[in-house]
């Protein structure tokens, strides 16, 4: 005999549905990842664009080389930041969506680039700002050595240096939200398809 109890058996022994997906479904969600993905990186290059211009224009005007030097350095980190944005994580073409042999692993793959794209964002996202942004912050303190102000602008380079460490994990901390997120929609996938 049994220990559990009547409700307890009926729930554990219930015929279990199977889980699935339409094709309309996966159209659907891709469609909207395509929109998402289009957005986000509009978005990405209107800021870019704008960084490029004033950090470039910067490099001109600023006091220091090492400054100079920095905002050149940003500037360029941005253009890469850029560049590598198409080529990681552009939207999906109609013409790459015809070319799909199903919505499902045309949906999938999408995922998968995406997750990637976010899961690597140290590489490609945030590396390239790193040098310049150091060498901006360290103008300060280069700056001020020797005069009244080198406590001043020391300290203006550790919380700045500290500041941007902070905003880094943070970006880096929201794409691996992200990509947890789109490994879950992975995961829905394969299991609606029976992988």
Same mark, same amino acid.
């Given at each position: 005999?049994?220990?559990?109890?009547?409700?307890?058996?009926?729930?554990?022994?219930?015929?279990?549905?199977?889980?699935?997906?339409?094709?309309?479904?996966?159209?659907?969600?891709?469609?909207?990842?395509?929109?998402?993905?289009r957005r986000r990186n509009f978005t990405e290059y209107a800021v870019g664009a704008v960084l490029i211009v004033v950090f470039g224009?910067?490099?001109?005007?600023?006091?220091?080389?090492?400054?100079?030097? =920095?905002? !050149?350095?940003?500037?360029?980190?941005? /253009?890469? @930041?850029?560049?590598?944005?198409? $080529?990681?994580?552009? &939207?999906?073409?109609?013409?790459?969506?015809?070319?799909?042999?199903?919505?499902?692993?045309?949906?999938?793959?999408?995922?998968?680039?995406?997750?990637?794209?976010?899961?690597?964002?140290?590489?490609?996202?945030?590396?390239?700002?790193?040098?310049?942004?150091?060498?901006?912050?360290?103008?300060?303190?280069?700056?001020?050595?020797?005069?009244?102000?080198?406590?001043?602008?020391?300290?203006?380079?550790?919380? =700045?240096? !500290?500041?941007?460490?902070?905003?880094? /994990?943070? @970006?880096?901390?929201?794409?691996? $939200?992200?990509?947890? &997120?789109?490994?879950?929609?992975?995961?829905?996938?394969?299991?609606?398809?029976?992988?």
């Amino acid at each position: 005999m049994s220990e559990r109890d009547p409700l307890q058996e009926l729930w554990v022994n219930q015929p279990s549905e199977r889980f699935t997906m339409s094709i309309d479904d996966i159209r659907t969600r891709a469609s909207k990842l395509r929109s998402i993905v289009r957005r986000r990186n509009f978005t990405e290059y209107a800021v870019g664009a704008v960084l490029i211009v004033v950090f470039g224009a910067v490099a001109f005007v600023a006091e220091t080389p090492l400054a100079k030097l =920095g905002c !050149a350095f940003i500037a360029i980190g941005v /253009a890469v @930041v850029m560049w590598q944005l198409h $080529v990681r994580t552009h &939207a999906a073409s109609d013409s790459d969506m015809s070319m799909a042999d199903g919505w499902a692993q045309f949906y999938r793959q999408e995922l998968v680039r995406q997750r990637d794209a976010l899961s690597g964002i140290w590489r490609w996202y945030l590396g390239p700002l790193i040098p310049g942004m150091t060498l901006y912050w360290l103008s300060s303190g280069v700056k001020s050595a020797g005069s009244d102000s080198f406590l001043w602008g020391w300290a203006t380079t550790v919380v =700045g240096l !500290a500041a941007t460490v902070v905003v880094f /994990a943070m @970006v880096a901390s929201a794409n691996k $939200v992200a990509a947890k &997120a789109l490994q879950a929609e992975i995961d829905e996938l394969d299991a609606a398809r029976g992988s």
